[in-house]
């Protein structure tokens, strides 16, 4: 019995921190959509253990022993996430390299200081400031 209800209060726990972290906009729609739904799958899988009803699942699937199957489901979940967030992951890195390259030809052909790009070639010359004495007095040589 200790079990169940410790099992339905971090059900309960993490359904409220993926609320909270849902109204504070720290997760996109997409993510917050998912989290929420996996709170929902835990606070119902946790409603039911006294009823027996992942034993019956599990029996039913051909797996004798009920945790087997929860094991199951989270690491095909898993395996899921992962492969989503590569291809998301692949998907950023592609709009990144096109925005690192826009930027550049745009940096490349804007010109600064009214020089056009043959002239930021060549260094712009610089006075060479002479030398002055201590004092202030410029001295002559």
Request: hydrophobic share 55%.
């Amino acid at each position: 019995m200790k079990a169940i209800v410790l099992s339905m209060v971090l059900s309960v726990g993490f359904l409220v921190v993926s609320v909270i972290a849902m109204r504070r906009q720290r997760l996109r729609e997409q993510a917050a959509l998912l989290w929420l739904a996996v709170s929902f799958v835990m606070v119902f899988v946790s409603a039911t253990l006294p009823v027996h009803l992942l034993d019956r699942v599990s029996h039913l699937v051909g797996i004798a022993y009920a945790p087997d199957l929860v094991l199951l489901l989270a690491v095909l979940f898993l395996m899921v996430l992962v492969f989503h967030l590569s291809l998301s992951l692949a998907r950023l890195s592609a709009k990144q390299i096109a925005l690192v390259q826009e930027i550049g030809l745009l940096t490349a052909t804007t010109p600064t200081d009214n020089r056009t790009p043959a002239d930021m070639e060549t260094p712009a010359e610089e006075e060479d400031p002479s030398p002055s004495a201590p004092g202030g007095a410029a001295s002559t040589p």
